[in-house]
């Protein structure tokens, strides 16, 4: 039988994945020689994804996360994504073997980040894409890269209306700012959200952050920060679900996290330009002119070099596990 101590150390190594604005929207609970990934709606972006698929895509990081642990200390896993009606849950049973293969991708959880400064001018070669992107797809995901400046040129326009379409929306911008941490004393009294040093801005306290985020960040000022941002970017993935269903946002969760792992071995850096994909008529935009018919872009992630930013912080383990 599989010691509490090994469950609890598989189970940190989940809850380092990401997740929308490090709500970190996840119960674990622990079974016999099992593990469950529950969603907590109580941490639901409400306005940004209101029917939960960024959720349901964190929940597929952690349990891509877990099944690299498990093997890592030599655990063979079963998963089982069950829906109970209300909600979609994954169940993980876990079997020891003596011999099991194994990932060096394990060694890249604790250092993977989402980087959202500006990144280097420097190329990415082709073979180094090619490896980037091998693992990522199955008959369920699937990714367009954005890789000329032709390419991203096309893809810029979706970017900048998604972002003035949410900066325009109060809810959005409020929603936004209560996931702000904007002093490194209210990161660690929270464990969770965007702490304002990982994202390149000076530590403010909450009261002037508030007024900076409501006051001088405008739809304008975003769209003018997000120019300068495409253009210093490497590249641009677009990941997409064969179905909109909470077991595929599962699926893309795991190829997402697996890119992510292979992007941090390869020290290439990555982050989130999701705004074209939550604006329901962008998204659309995206699927005709790109000629999507058959897939649901729900992710868009860019790439490139730079240098690291401060790492989010992660709750207590103790918040995130069901008391049986």
């Keep these: 039988m599989i010691t509490k101590d090994t469950i609890l150390k598989i189970i940190k190594y989940a809850a380092k994945a990401p997740s929308g604005h490090n709500t970190q929207p996840?119960?674990?609970?622990?079974?016999?020689?099992?593990?469950?990934?529950?969603?907590?709606?109580?941490?639901?972006?409400?306005?940004?994804?209101?029917?939960?698929?960024?959720?349901?895509?964190?929940?597929?990081?952690?349990?891509?996360?877990?099944?690299?642990?498990?093997?890592?200390?030599?655990?063979?896993?079963?998963?089982?994504?069950?829906?109970?009606?209300?909600?979609?849950?994954?169940?993980?049973?876990?079997?020891?073997?003596?011999?099991?293969?194994?990932?060096?991708?394990?060694?890249?959880?604790?250092?993977?980040?989402?980087?959202?400064?500006?990144?280097?001018?420097?190329?990415?070669?082709?073979?180094?894409?090619?490896?980037?992107?091998?693992?990522v797809l199955d008959k369920c995901v699937q990714v367009k890269l954005f890789l000329s400046k032709t390419e991203i040129e096309t893809l810029t326009p979706y970017i900048i209306e998604g972002t003035n379409l949410q900066f325009n929306n109060k809810a959005f911008v409020k929603e936004l700012v209560s996931w702000v941490r904007f002093s490194e004393k209210e990161v660690l009294l929270k464990g969770d959200g965007l702490w304002s040093a990982s994202m390149g801005l000076p530590n403010m306290g909450r009261c002037v952050g508030n007024f900076v985020m409501k006051n001088f960040v405008t739809a304008k000022s975003e769209a003018k920060r997000w120019e300068k941002i495409i253009s210093k970017s490497e590249g641009f993935a677009l990941f997409m679900v064969e179905k909109n269903d909470p077991e595929h946002w599962i699926k893309l969760g795991q190829a997402f996290q697996r890119f992510g792992l292979m992007a941090t071995k390869m020290n290439i850096k990555h982050a989130h330009v999701n705004m074209p994909c939550e604006e329901l008529p962008v998204r659309e935009k995206m699927i005709q002119n790109f000629q999507l018919y058959e897939y649901t872009p729900l992710l868009l992630i860019r790439f490139g070099y730079s240098n690291p930013l401060p790492y989010s912080y992660r709750r207590n383990i103790n918040e995130i596990i069901i008391k049986s």
């Design 26 to 135: 996840w119960k674990f609970k622990i079974g016999n020689d099992s593990i469950s990934i529950l969603p907590d709606f109580t941490r639901a972006l409400l306005v940004v994804d209101s029917d939960n698929h960024a959720l349901y895509i964190s929940l597929g990081c952690a349990l891509e996360n877990l099944i690299i642990a498990a093997n890592q200390f030599d655990y063979e896993t079963k998963v089982t994504i069950h829906n109970n009606g209300n909600e979609t849950f994954i169940q993980i049973d876990l079997y020891q073997v003596e011999e099991i293969k194994k990932t060096d991708l394990f060694n890249f959880i604790v250092k993977r980040q989402v980087t959202r400064n500006k990144y280097n001018p420097e190329k990415i070669q082709k073979e180094v894409l090619r490896e980037l992107f091998d693992d």
